[in-house]
């Protein structure tokens, strides 16, 4: 005998989270597949919350930045990035979560996760489009960045532990590596 898991669409799982079928659930959509969400670790939060402080701060009306909110992906995926930095759309967000045409960049704050954010979201946020993808290392101190699409993958990987970036979004912004991974 075969098993073969039901694949939701996004079609499905919207209509699902309306019904209130998920509530109190931590879980994402990537590929079709719910996935539980690891519970999130003072670490965790504490990095994630003064990061998207700093980047409120730097960016100003340039961008919206979004904590543990849902994005919405072609790929049958409504994953919950720890920060989004999307495009200030304002209230169109109250008729849909960001596409990926929306957003500039994600970030994926890590410890138990850390191998599962640097392959199977990799793929999926690369196969969605999006321009760019960080991953914190909170173990390590490393930020993974991830850039230049080609043929939905990223064909350059960079590691930093300290000094500056700038998000291909924003040339001009000069972003300390130590504020987004800790010092």
């Known amino acids: ?90 209230d169109i ?18 410890s138990s996760t850390l191998s599962k954010d640097l392959t199977e979201k990799k793929a999926i946020y690369a196969e969605a489009g999006i321009a760019e993808y960080w991953v914190v290392s909170l173990d390590q101190r490393t930020l993974y960045v991830f850039r230049d699409l080609l043929k939905g993958s990223y064909a350059t990987e960079q590691t930093y532990k300290a000094g500056m970036i700038s998000p291909l979004a924003f040339a001009d912004a000069q972003i300390q590596v130590e504020k987004i991974v800790g010092s």
Request: hydrophobic share 40%; aromatic share 12%.
């Open 93 to 110: 967000y109250l008729s849909h979560h960001p596409y990926p045409d929306d957003i500039f960049w994600v970030i994926e704050f890590s």
């Open 1 to 90: 005998m075969t098993i073969t898991p039901y694949k939701w669409t996004l079609e499905h799982y919207h209509q699902a989270v309306a019904t209130g079928l998920f509530d109190g659930k931590s879980i994402e959509l990537l590929q079709g597949e719910l996935v539980v969400m690891a519970p999130e670790g003072e670490p965790h939060a504490y990095y994630n919350s003064e990061a998207g402080d700093y980047l409120r701060a730097l960016l100003g009306a340039q961008a919206k930045v979004r904590e543990a909110h849902p994005i919405t992906l072609p790929n049958d995926s409504e994953p919950i990035p720890d920060l989004a930095i999307v495009k200030p759309l304002g």
